[in-house]
């Protein structure tokens, strides 16, 4: 029954050639010493909310990893934990929109797994995806570059960071955990909040072929914005100060949060991106992504400070400032 799902759900949807050779594994074309690897796993409750499923979720979600690092995604491979009894239409409406997500996106799923696991022990369908990538231009120059002063490829990363930098988000903060939260059962709220579940490798192309000197990028999944601005200051040993007014959230978004006592800066995005940039390119850059689909709400939200070191702090729209911790738990479970 497992060779069949495969051959009659799988193989069709996906319809990739080396996928249909069904071996262990797939060679893919590749040019150059650099591959970038990383793998997640999707256990999002609801299987559908507004703006996405646990499909799309899956493929993008494992694109934008890719994209932060500077890799362009060029190859997926996916697992499935299916639940006995899940109903095959429901498997069938989730890998569709796997294979629509990455065809849109121009990366292929070439190979993958499938277990079944007796009723009880799953909830419906687990996904788990690896995502291959290469440099991607830009960033494929920086890491010939500091291979030779014997740095590796670290074009992006932390300890390019200094103080005066600035911060960019691509776009509006909170709307996936919003999204996935009021389309629970136990939430009987009417919204129009969707998911802005999306795949940002085009974008971040975009912003590394500006010319810009991009120091640092992450997408602000689970934990959030706050949450990804927390690993920031820890690993670089600065502060960043954020600037409440700049940062753009959608009013349906931050109306539905407060009447449910959750924080918008803990909340995560599936379709944005946080950027460190030199403060000299920060502006122009905005300019740049503000010309693409996905970019058009981009803004500069804050800066990097010396001191205090490891510190998010927050200046409200009202004049006070406040901190912004690591949130020390989950306040969103199963979101993503």
């Given at each position: 029954?497992?060779?069949?799902?495969?051959?009659?759900?799988?193989?069709?949807?996906?319809?990739?050639?080396?996928l249909a050779e069904l071996d262990d594994g797939a060679w893919i074309e590749a040019s150059g010493p650099n591959v970038c690897i990383t793998?997640?796993?999707?256990?999002?409750?609801?299987?559908?909310?507004?703006?996405?499923?646990?499909?799309?979720?899956?493929?993008?979600?494992?694109?934008?990893?890719?994209?932060?690092?500077?890799?362009?995604?060029?190859?997926?491979?996916?697992?499935?934990?299916?639940?006995?009894?899940?109903?095959?239409?429901?498997?069938?409406?989730?890998?569709?929109?796997?294979?629509?997500?990455?065809?849109?996106?121009?990366?292929?799923?070439?190979?993958?797994?499938?277990?079944?696991?007796?009723?009880?022990?799953?909830?419906?369908?687990?996904?788990?995806?690896?995502?291959?990538?290469?440099?991607?231009?830009?960033?494929?120059?920086?890491?010939?570059?500091?291979?030779?002063?014997?740095?590796?490829?670290?074009?992006?990363?932390?300890?390019?960071?200094?103080?005066?930098?600035?911060?960019?988000?691509?776009?509006?903060?909170?709307?996936?955990?919003?999204?996935?939260?009021?389309?629970?059962?136990?939430?009987?709220?009417?919204?129009?909040?969707?998911?802005?579940?999306?795949?940002?490798?085009?974008?971040?192309?975009?912003?590394?072929?500006?010319?810009?000197?991009?120091?640092?990028?992450?997408?602000?999944?689970?934990?959030?914005?706050?949450?990804?601005?927390?690993?920031?200051?820890?690993?670089?040993?600065?502060?960043?100060?954020?600037?409440?007014?700049?940062?753009?959230?959608?009013?349906?978004?931050?109306?539905?949060?407060?009447?449910?006592?959750?924080?918008?800066?803990?909340?995560?995005?599936?379709?944005?991106?946080?950027?460190?940039?030199?403060?000299?390119?920060?502006?122009?850059?905005?300019?740049?992504?503000?010309?693409?689909?996905?970019?058009?709400q981009s803004a500069v939200i804050g800066r990097v400070e010396k001191a205090p070191a490891g510190m998010v702090s927050l200046a409200s729209?009202?004049?006070?400032?406040?901190?912004?911790?690591?949130?020390?738990?989950?306040?969103?479970?199963?979101?993503?």
């Amino acid at each position: 029954m497992s060779h069949e799902l495969i051959e009659q759900v799988f193989v069709p949807a996906f319809g990739s050639s080396i996928l249909a050779e069904l071996d262990d594994g797939a060679w893919i074309e590749a040019s150059g010493p650099n591959v970038c690897i990383t793998t997640d796993a999707f256990v999002v409750k609801p299987l559908f909310f507004p703006g996405g499923d646990i499909g799309s979720l899956a493929v993008y979600g494992t694109i934008n990893d890719l994209a932060v690092m500077g890799a362009k995604p060029i190859a997926l491979s996916c697992s499935f934990v299916l639940e006995e009894g899940l109903e095959l239409p429901i498997l069938k409406r989730i890998a569709a929109s796997m294979a629509a997500a990455s065809k849109s996106a121009g990366v292929p799923i070439v190979t993958g797994d499938t277990k079944v696991v007796e009723k009880g022990a799953a909830d419906g369908v687990f996904i788990t995806t690896t995502g291959v990538g290469q440099p991607m231009d830009n960033a494929r120059l920086r890491c010939r570059g500091l291979r030779r002063r014997g740095l590796g490829c670290r074009g992006l990363g932390y300890n390019r960071i200094e103080p005066g930098d600035n911060v960019i988000i691509t776009g509006t903060i909170g709307d996936h955990g919003t999204a996935v939260l009021l389309a629970r059962e136990r939430f009987e709220i009417s919204s129009q909040v969707a998911s802005d579940c999306a795949p940002i490798h085009e974008l971040v192309a975009t912003a590394l072929a500006s010319g810009a000197d991009v120091k640092f990028m992450r997408d602000p999944t689970r934990g959030g914005l706050a949450t990804v601005l927390n690993e920031i200051a820890s690993k670089c040993g600065m502060s960043i100060a954020i600037d409440e007014a700049n940062v753009p959230i959608k009013t349906e978004v931050s109306a539905a949060l407060e009447l449910l006592g959750l924080d918008p800066f803990y909340v995560a995005s599936e379709g944005r991106c946080v950027m460190v940039v030199a403060a000299s390119d920060a502006q122009r850059l905005v300019a740049t992504l503000a010309g693409h689909e996905l970019g058009r709400q981009s803004a500069v939200i804050g800066r990097v400070e010396k001191a205090p070191a490891g510190m998010v702090s927050l200046a409200s729209s009202v004049g006070g400032r406040r901190i912004l911790p690591m949130l020390t738990a989950d306040q969103l479970p199963r979101i993503c």
